[in-house]
């Protein structure tokens, strides 16, 4: 099972990263996928889904900021964050959505907004 994040780093407030996640065939070609990310002292929470036919949905709190989409010759899912918040600072994780407790996670990336 590959779930392989990369992009993450150090950015500014107001500025931009793009995410990228190579995915398994098995899982990518098959299911909706998502961008999730965890904040110190959080719980994992959902940032954006994009389903298999390329509909999307944001949480509230990322709408008008960050996009999803993907790769489906690739089988990679991208999230281009941009006009980023402190805030969105994070462990930013790929994975199939929905998700079930107990399913593997892959490597995630670290995103870290600070001036």
């Known amino acids: 099972v590959q779930l392989q994040a990369s992009g993450g780093g150090l950015v500014q407030p107001g500025g931009s990263l793009r995410l990228s996640c190579a995915v398994s065939?098995?899982?990518?070609?098959?299911?909706?996928m998502g961008w999730y990310r965890q904040a110190p002292g959080k719980q994992r929470e959902l940032v954006a889904r994009?389903?298999?036919?390329?509909?999307?949905n944001y949480a509230n709190s990322v709408k008008g900021r960050f996009t999803i989409s993907r790769d489906n010759a690739e089988n990679t899912v991208y999230l281009q964050m941009n006009s980023l918040k402190p805030e969105d600072t994070a462990v930013y994780y790929c994975?199939?959505?929905?998700?079930?407790?107990?399913?593997?996670w892959g490597q995630g990336t670290l995103v870290t907004v600070s001036s």
């Open positions: 065939g098995s899982i990518f070609s098959i299911n909706a």
């Open positions: 994975n199939k959505w929905p998700i079930a407790a107990g399913n593997y």
């Open positions: 994009i389903t298999m036919g390329g509909s999307t």
